[in-house]
């Protein structure tokens, strides 16, 4: 691997610019682009939220780590879910000079109708489980076992959905019967059982390479037959908690391989988590970019 100074200088996408394709959305991470009428265009920029602010600086080869990782997993767990993606190649759907902002961070996927909900899957308790927990005594309305500490591992993962908030705005917890009512007593019920699914296979497997998903966000989308796809990106460390099994204690938060240093660094700011966020220094950057690679070097053996 290259050393975090090298990560640091990396030519960076912050957004994208493509001339070729209309433009649909621009979220935290991802910019969406039309394809045409049953294909979309995601990129994955190397942009970095926290505490929902979209921060000024880019993180050096973070898309292109996330679109490793996601197209990992969607290889290895295709055979529980079919996933969005087509077999077209991102480079060949934009004009020859925009082919630089796509390469190696970019999908070209089936339009598909996105749930409404963000469907969470917790193996440990950790993050807002554990806020609620110590509240409560359980995770989204789900009882759980008295004498749970931080980061203690669930007797079995729980699914715990959440809405879908507008950029700036934080997802809402909610029960398993609220998720019904939103889509469908039917479908949350197939919602719940792939994503329970999904997370078990992959958490097994991280197990064996010295990785603990602790958590994790999936996203489903339906075609116009009703058939349940994964979408989105999936079990990165944008949208997972993932620890290394060796620093892994029962009663404190380990590290994790995301945005720690970030998070760590501006919560030592004089910033009030409001926009604009700080621009992060060199070394923040070059550590965050080390970690996300570690987490792909890891899962798969590749590098970027």
Same mark, same amino acid.
């Given at each position: 691997?290259?050393?975090?100074?090298?990560?640091?200088?990396?030519?960076?996408?912050?957004?994208?610019?493509?001339?070729?394709?209309?433009?649909?959305?621009?979220?935290?991470?991802?910019?969406?682009?039309?394809?045409?009428? &049953?294909?979309?265009?995601?990129?994955? *920029?190397?942009?970095?939220?926290? /505490?929902?602010?979209?921060?000024?600086?880019? @993180?050096? &080869?973070?898309?292109?780590? !996330?679109?490793?990782?996601?197209? /990992?997993? =969607?290889?290895?767990?295709?055979?529980? $879910?079919?996933?969005?993606?087509?077999?077209?190649?991102?480079? #060949?759907?934009?004009?020859?000079?925009?082919?630089?902002?796509?390469?190696?961070?970019?999908?070209?996927?089936?339009?598909?109708?996105?749930?409404?909900?963000?469907?969470?899957?917790?193996?440990?308790?950790?993050?807002?489980?554990?806020?609620?927990?110590?509240? *409560?005594?359980?995770?989204?309305?789900?009882?759980?076992?008295? &004498?749970?500490?931080?980061? #203690?591992?669930?007797?079995?993962?729980?699914?715990? %959905?959440?809405?879908?908030?507008? $950029?700036?705005?934080?997802?809402?917890?909610?029960? /398993?019967?609220?998720?019904?009512?939103?889509?469908?007593?039917? !479908? +949350?019920?197939?919602?719940?059982?792939?994503?329970?699914?999904?997370?078990?296979?992959?958490?097994?497997? +991280?197990? *064996?390479?010295? @990785?603990?998903?602790?958590?994790?966000? /999936?996203?489903?989308?339906?075609?116009?037959?009703?058939?349940?796809?994964?979408?989105?990106?999936?079990?990165?460390?944008?949208?997972?908690?993932?620890? %290394?099994?060796?620093?892994?204690?029962?009663?404190?938060?380990?590290?994790?391989?995301?945005?720690? =240093?970030?998070?760590?660094?501006?919560?030592?700011? %004089?910033?009030?988590?409001?926009?604009?966020?700080?621009? $992060?220094?060199?070394?923040?950057?070059?550590?965050?970019?080390?970690?996300?690679?570690?987490?792909?070097?890891?899962?798969?053996?590749?590098?970027?």
């Amino acid at each position: 691997m290259a050393n975090e100074q090298t990560f640091a200088t990396e030519p960076t996408v912050f957004e994208t610019s493509l001339k070729s394709l209309k433009f649909l959305h621009r979220g935290k991470v991802r910019d969406l682009y039309e394809v045409d009428a &049953g294909r979309l265009l995601i990129v994955q *920029t190397d942009r970095l939220s926290a /505490f929902d602010v979209i921060l000024p600086t880019a @993180i050096p &080869g973070k898309g292109k780590v !996330l679109t490793a990782l996601s197209n /990992f997993w =969607f290889e290895k767990l295709g055979h529980i $879910l079919p996933n969005h993606l087509t077999a077209t190649a991102p480079e #060949s759907v934009v004009a020859p000079e925009e082919r630089d902002q796509v390469a190696g961070r970019a999908f070209v996927v089936r339009r598909l109708k996105a749930l409404p909900i963000e469907a969470i899957v917790r193996g440990y308790v950790a993050g807002s489980g554990w806020k609620e927990y110590r509240t *409560t005594g359980a995770i989204c309305g789900i009882a759980l076992p008295a &004498g749970l500490k931080e980061a #203690s591992k669930l007797p079995r993962a729980i699914f715990t %959905p959440s809405t879908k908030a507008a $950029l700036g705005a934080h997802d809402e917890n909610i029960s /398993f019967e609220e998720c019904a009512k939103i889509i469908g007593a039917d !479908l +949350a019920a197939k919602v719940k059982d792939a994503a329970i699914r999904l997370y078990t296979e992959a958490a097994d497997y +991280a197990a *064996t390479k010295g @990785i603990i998903i602790a958590d994790t966000k /999936f996203e489903f989308g339906l075609d116009a037959a009703g058939t349940l796809y994964l979408i989105d990106e999936a079990l990165t460390p944008d949208s997972s908690r993932f620890w %290394p099994a060796d620093q892994y204690q029962v009663g404190m938060s380990p590290p994790s391989y995301d945005k720690q =240093f970030v998070r760590d660094w501006l919560e030592k700011q %004089p910033w009030n988590k409001q926009a604009p966020a700080p621009a $992060l220094p060199d070394d923040i950057l070059a550590k965050t970019a080390g970690k996300y690679r570690e987490a792909l070097l890891r899962l798969t053996g590749k590098t970027i």
